[in-house]
């Protein structure tokens, strides 16, 4: 469905992407990780074409992305890493106008997760008068409302309280049931634990690490996923460190 | 584009400074219709409001509008539209808003007069032009700017900067041309300097149509002298145009090519 093909991307002087190939063709959850900085966002929004590669290029259903317009943008779906709307728009306008924008809309999922993250009441209100949580869950309802065949979160789990992401976990399974391709990047180690089928580990810019979290424990010994994670990005962090001292 | 456009200006329309910024017009219209003896100073009292303030707002309200806007534009970029549509959309409204400020503000209390006292006040209406046009002129051109640079104090800064420059300082400098080059003929050269800065440009063209000879100044003489009236009109309201046509060209380059 997707495909990296040796993407490299710099900003200035600084080298954010490096070399990265990736191919992704079964359906399922990808969940990136990495500390902050290592180029997590850059790389999601590349897929957007929000961000434009140095060099390499991206393939989508087959069809190089710099190529094809914004057509393909209709079979994938994204949730930004900070929710900004339009300050005086209310949550019904925003939604009024993602259905006028892609018209490909789950109306039945659309009233079960309004029901599920108790938005209801919120609807009417100016998007600035609503707290971060219920921000962010008018923002997995955006996302999730439309039917696509890929999904890219960015740090979904962002403010949400205790129900609303038990109620966003079992939205991502009941995509993946579907046999969609969901991308989710996050820091929360547990979540990976819970919902990840493929990990793509990024550290400064290169993939360290894709693969399944089976093939990961092989390789990094039997430690919980945690302190694999925390030994990798340490070794990092101390030489870098190290060098600065 | 339209959809983006559609949201985008029932976003600003609502927005508590369009509401301040078209009062204020009012207020002042009104106030300049009650204690003015006769219409020409309402228009040139006018003029000289907006020729402050017009650009002024624009810069203000354009810049921060686009920091203010740029997770929208994100999420608007994930959706199936182009690039440049966006971008196109979100300036049509934001121009189409602060024009509606103008229109709204001197507009009202204009229609009012003309209706009730009848006389010749509709023909002032180019004021109202040439309010909506200088707002758009130094949105664009701000928009440009902010499209350019990632970091918001830098867009403000830069957006400032160019507020004054044309504001303030670029006449100080013709002034300082003109008494240098005083024994020379510098007409020519005088309208050349016109032609390249939006405010003196509307001054111009609200000059021109007022025809009130004490007001020229030397730039304004010149263009009677060399282009007519008409023609000077003319001439001047295109230089606004491609004041906006320019701007615009810049701002779909750089949406074609930016990393947002």
């Known amino acids: 469905m997707i495909e990296l093909l040796d993407i490299s991307k710099r900003f200035g002087k600084t080298q954010v992407l490096k070399n990265i190939s990736i191919s992704w063709q079964e359906p399922g959850i990808m969940v990136l990780v990495g500390p902050n900085g290592s180029g997590k966002t850059t790389l999601l929004k590349m897929l957007l074409g929000m961000v434009l590669p140095s060099s390499g290029k991206i393939l989508f259903d087959g069809q190089d992305i710099r190529k094809s317009g914004a057509a393909y943008k209709s079979n994938i779906s994204y949730l930004p890493q900070l929710a900004h709307y339009p300050e005086n728009l209310s949550g019904r306008e925003l939604i009024q106008m993602v259905k006028e924008l892609r018209g490909n809309i789950n109306q039945e999922l659309l009233n079960r997760m309004l029901k599920g993250f108790q938005l209801e009441s919120h609807l009417d209100k100016k998007v600035k008068h609503l707290s971060g949580g219920t921000l962010q869950k008018l923002g997995i309802v955006l996302a999730f409302m439309n039917e696509a065949a890929v999904y890219v979160l960015d740090e979904p789990t962002n403010g949400l309280d205790p129900l609303s992401l038990f109620y966003l976990k079992k939205l991502i399974l009941e995509k993946r049931e579907e046999g969609k391709y969901i991308l989710i990047s996050t820091h929360i180690i547990p979540f990976v634990e819970e919902i990840a089928d493929r990990l793509l580990f990024i550290l400064e810019g290169s993939a360290f690490f894709d693969g399944t979290l089976a093939h990961l424990r092989d390789t990094y010994g039997e430690a919980s996923l945690e302190e694999i994670v925390a030994k990798v990005m340490e070794s990092q962090i101390g030489m870098t460190h190290v060098e600065s001292i | ?260």
Do not use: C, H
């Open chain 2, 1 to 260: 584009m339209w959809k983006v456009f559609k949201y985008t200006v029932y976003d600003l329309l609502r927005s508590k400074w369009t509401f301040a910024y078209a009062l204020f017009y009012f207020a002042l219209t009104v106030f300049l219709f009650a204690f003015s003896s006769s219409i020409t100073k309402v228009v040139v009292g006018l003029m000289n409001t907006i020729l402050l303030l017009a650009p002024l707002v624009s810069t203000f309200f354009t810049v921060s509008y686009y920091y203010n806007s740029k997770d929208f534009v994100l999420f608007l970029l994930a959706q199936p539209l182009k690039r440049t549509d966006i971008i196109r959309g979100m300036l049509l409204g934001l121009t189409a808003s602060l024009g509606i400020a103008v229109l709204v503000g001197i507009g009202m209390p204009f229609a009012y007069m003309s209706l009730t006292q009848g006389s010749s006040i509709a023909s002032y209406a180019f004021l109202l032009v040439i309010g909506v046009i200088l707002s758009s002129v130094f949105s664009f051109i701000v928009y440009w700017i902010a499209l350019r640079f990632d970091d918001k104090l830098k867009g403000i800064g830069v957006s400032l900067l160019v507020w004054l420059f044309f504001a303030v300082i670029y006449d100080a400098i013709f002034l300082l041309l003109l008494i240098y080059l005083r024994d020379y003929p510098i007409e020519k050269l005088a309208i050349a300097l016109t032609l390249l800065n939006p405010i003196d440009l509307s001054r111009v063209f609200i000059l021109l149509q007022l025809d009130i000879s004490a007001l020229f100044g030397l730039t304004g003489a010149s263009v009677k002298a060399f282009l007519g009236s008409t023609t000077g009109s003319i001439a001047t309201f295109v230089a606004l145009l491609l004041w906006m046509l320019l701007s615009y060209i810049g701002i779909t380059v750089m949406a074609k090519k930016k990393d947002f």
